[in-house]
């Protein structure tokens, strides 16, 4: 805690008060405390997160953070839409990885339908290259935007515009740079254009210098480590405690990544390290994410070497919609398009919890079923939503401006923690 | 009953027994596993023509339809094996071969059967290289009907639709023409369709060949929610699924499915009147008028201008009279009573409907007569001047399955040839006002012949005396003779073996409505109501009004102008009165003129039970969601509420009603004892008459596609109506009158000018009008329902 009494705003404007004001001040220290609220439009909240501060002076005595702002009854609407038709939702929970939310989603629809082990090899692949590059889009935002938090101008137009790449790589894939809907039940929507793979060559030479570069920018940088160090200390008991996930929970100490631990559509071919911190500060956070990226690097040079060649849709017409052009002269096709954009598929009845590593932690869904094409109940296990509420524990005691860092650090995004 | 054996059999599996005859698709349903069918229907005959339901019975080297095989012992039945699978993937791919893709422009996409047992049963990948055979000729295109929409492109031969119109209309309308894959279906020569349970084709068709035309391109089904009502335009009282769209509005009206006890059919009246009751013509605001202003309310806010209306007709209750019409449900019918009684506590409660023989038919006949059942298992139905196709086509729908499906013999009775008697094995021309008559000539027969009786009445003695389980079934002439038909035929009934009577009155419902009210019935805790000094038709309430005696009317119901009879006379009466509350749902003349009118909900909004002339107890649940206001139920018992009777809840009025149906039931069932009421059966007199020189009898009755005039309020059924005279062709040529000749019809000392007809199925000496084809002022001779009147027509007549 503090050690000198700092100069409160009274003392301030005895000093420069004239004689006649008499100043009452007390010597309650809770008469000090002013509630200060921060947010919900605030760029450095990461989205429209109110946090309700109770500063003495600098130093925060309290932080409640208030959510809510971003919702809009996703999982509710999942109770009224195919499980088809719900896969654009995910798209919007977390934004900055869409196609990470679309495969945790999916990988719980197939998982109730119990045609996990049916998906071909090629949409497997694939779904892990493109998590991969998406895991790293996710990181570089963090990047970009934690630097400039914290005052550091230029990284966030290098991140971004090494983003803007991926981005790139995206749109030629799906036709979409963010909300992509790739992913689909089954498969993947469509397979990728030819042209893809030398644009991802390309990013990943690019890339690697661009590393190296953020390694020496930020990571050695003084200020940064003044800022970050020993700021938001985590226990390794308190996160688990508080069921946190991710790079928030590896830089705590703990070895828990899901694509190692319950691996999911043939992560367990590649070969890739966790990185693990053991300090739980602000700094080891950011580590941790700087050496994901670099592993997701690898991860992703590893895929490009091997795709498997193959379908990239289960054959299974009463789950996956026909070829467009297929319906417009073929009866059975028509009918299957038919009843499957305007009812969907029947589901079995039954319930799966399956998640997968999203950038953000371990992302997933509880899907219960009772027969019929509409999910009885869709629940969104977010990782974002159990990082946040780690905050008031970690940042009591530092000052405004630590807030500002530890957010930037717990990476959050409102939208998968509203829903 | 006698118990039917049990068979033991596996299906999938799963250990189950069935009665004997149960066929294996009814057997699988049963225990929840689903055998998809198209020509099957739980109300037609087995025909077995699509081969999609193939099972696999264990040890038989084919598999066989399960529509058509009934339970065996021991039999080991698989419906998910790999032959049966294959089998379906193969019959759906010849299915789909011809089929159309239409899909996107079917009115039936999402509730096509075709389509749902083709993605759970198919292959999902089509093999077919080929053209589809092609109907869009000249032939393909006629319009074979104004409310139905044909493509025959999109049929799966089936065969549904021409065996419902063969075994469940009656009508023999459509077959299939050409063979093989020219197979189409049609009318024959391309005639139009005039059906009176117009729509039942298209109700079972598993694709959108034969679609509901009026709604075509409306709405997709998953927009629309569908409610359980009740169709109040007959007293079949069929249950119906209202359709609401996503804003509300109701945009079509069908059968419910799939329910046992259920009619999977309604009839053209109720199918295609959805619309009656929308737009400018339904009263959906309050007015009081008082000697200075006319002010309007919501339907939210009449409570307390109705408080203030029932107090000023409370004081003066001795000349206060309740006017109620059958279009109201059973528990609405029971609080007007209520409150006619105990709150404005007159003695004149009357229904608007004038059915002279009805209360003793309720009296000694409630709850002991035919049910659909009794007319499904009988083996001889005998249709005492019951013209069912025209009055009560769902009444009728069971006399057709009876003779066309399990062999009944029918005969029929009047002075009309209905279209049962063209499947009846013989008719007996009966004078108007006759059957009384006829059923003592009847019991007379059955003890000695007479000599001079004609071939057809002595058939009928014949059938008679041999038969089983006879159903006798009257129209709303017999009835109209009062309670000598219904002291007749209960005599005929207590000297004929196993024989079960049945009276089918006009209007929605009659006998429910007449029974809650309490109009000429004893009702338990009001004592008898048939007091000394009560008018109980609505004749003697306008002559009361005329006198002076009357000066407050109090008029209930749905469409009430349309069932006052002379409506001119009733408007000058309702000009002397003081106070005159209407509740309608409809906008009239008789609305503008009242001191208080109150809308009140339509007939296919209500809330409410409605008791069915077979004896049915069906619920309206009355969740329409654009509904005027609350249903009328509540709005009573809130007024009753507040002119100081007890505070109730809607849910113990229904209970209420139950009990007392029950005690009217049992009332009746105690009657049967009586045996004295039926011996003095043959001591009443003749009722039949003489038309008099040159004159007819005058049958008026609703056309056939119409219910009092509310159908004539939609936009479809109206295209359907008949305004000419029907009139018998030898008379016609007697007095050298032609088809389509114009005429004048004197009537006492009025004059119609109408078209004529000739038909032969009319009696030499009578002719039939259709009510709804003159307005209220042409009409006003009109006496009621089934009473014939005497006409004479004078040819050549102009305007």
Known sequence: ?419 | MADIAKVRLTIDGISTEAEKGVLLVEAARRIGIKIPVFCSHSKLLPLGACRICLVEIEKAPKLVTACTTPVGEGMVVFTRSARVVKARQGIVEFLLANHPLDCPICDQGGECELQDVCFEFGRGKSRFEDIKRNFDNKYGRIKLSPVLSWVNNRCIHCERCTRVCHQVVGEDHIGMLNRGDKAMISTFQFTQMTCELCGNCAEVCPTGTITNGTVKYKDRVWNLTPNPSVCLLCSSSCATRVWTDLKGKVTRVTAPKDEQDCCDFLCAKGRFSFDADQGEQRLREGTKITSEVAETFQQSESLQPTVQAFKALAKDSGSTAVIYNSRIANEEAYLVGRIARTVLKTPHVVPLENHEGLTSYLDRFSGRQSTSKDILSADLILLVDAPLARETPMIGYFVTRAVRQKGAALYTVGPEKTRHSSMGLAHHWNAPGASKDFVLSLIEALQSRKSDASAEFNKIVDAVQGSRQMVIIAGSRPLAEGPAFIRAIESLSSKVANSKVLMVPEGGNTLGAMLMAGSGMRVPGWGSNVSQNGCSVQEDVLGAIEKGSIKNVLLIGEDLQEGLINWPRWKTAFAKLANLVVFDAFRSELTSLATLAVPVRSFHEFEGSVLSALGEWKIARGSIPGAVGQSMSRLLLKLESELGGAEQSFASVTSEVKKLYQWHVSRATEAVEDKKSADSAGKDKSTGGNPGKDGVFLLIGNDLYHSGAMTLRGAHLGQFLNRSLLMNSADAEKMKISNDARVQLKIGSDKVSVAVRTTDDIMSGCCFLALNSLSPDERRWFGGIGKPLTAVIISGGAA
């Open chain 1, 1 to 419: 805690m503090i050690s000198e009494k700092i100069p409160t705003s009274v003392d301030k404007f005895k000093a420069i008060s004239s004689d006649n004001i008499s100043v009452q001040e007390s010597d309650d220290p809770g008469d000090r405390i002013v509630t200060l609220n921060m947010g919900p439009s605030h760029p450095a909240t990461h989205g429209v997160l109110r946090l309700v501060l109770s500063i003495d002076g600098e130093v925060i005595t309290e932080v409640v953070p208030h959510i809510g702002y971003l919702h809009t009854g996703m999982e509710k609407l999942g109770e009224y839409m195919s499980y088809h038709q719900f896969i654009p939702i995910t798209d919007r929970m977390d934004y900055l990885a869409p196609m990470l939310m679309n495969l945790g989603y999916i990988l719980g629809v197939e998982k109730l339908l119990g045609i996990t082990d049916e998906i071909p090899a090629r949409a497997q692949w694939l779904r892990v290259l493109y998590s991969e590059l998406m895991r790293i889009s996710s990181h570089l935002i963090w990047l970009g935007t934690s630097a400039i938090d914290l005052g550091a101008m230029s990284p966030i137009f290098y991140a971004l515009q090494d983003r803007e790449q991926i981005m790139n790589i995206f749109e030629e894939t799906c036709g979409a740079r963010l909300t992509s809907t790739y992913f689909r039940i089954g498969g993947l929507r469509e397979d990728i254009p030819d042209t893809v793979i030398p644009m991802i060559e390309k990013f990943l030479k690019d890339f690697a210098i661009r590393l190296d570069e953020y390694q020496n920018l930020v990571t050695g940088n003084p200020i940064l480590i003044n800022r970050l160090k020993g700021i938001g200390c985590l226990s390794k008991e308190t996160a688990l405690s508080y069921c946190c996930s991710g790079p928030v929970l590896r830089a705590s100490g703990v070895n828990y990544d899901v694509r190692k631990a319950r691996p999911y559509s043939g992560y367990e071919k590649f070969k890739f390290n966790i990185p693990v911190y053991q300090e739980g500060d602000s700094y080891a956070r950011f580590l941790v994410r700087m050496d994901e990226m670099r592993e997701s690097a690898t991860i992703v040079r590893q895929a490009i070497d091997a795709i498997p060649a193959g379908p990239v849709k289960i054959d299974r017409t009463d789950i996956i919609l026909p070829d467009k052009h297929r319906t417009q002269g073929n009866m059975e096709e028509l009918i299957n398009h038919f009843i499957l954009s305007c009812r969907g598929f029947n589901a079995p009845v039954g319930e799966v919890f399956s998640t997968i590593e999203s950038s953000k932690g371990e992302f997933g869904v509880y899907l219960v079923s009772t027969g019929g094409e509409k999910p009885y109940r869709l629940r969104v296990h977010s990782p974002s939503f159990l990082n946040l509420s780690v905050l008031p524990a970690i940042s009591r005691g530092s000052l405004i401006a630590d807030i500002v860092a530890i957010i930037g650090s717990l990476d959050i995004v409102l939208g998968e923690i509203d829903r």
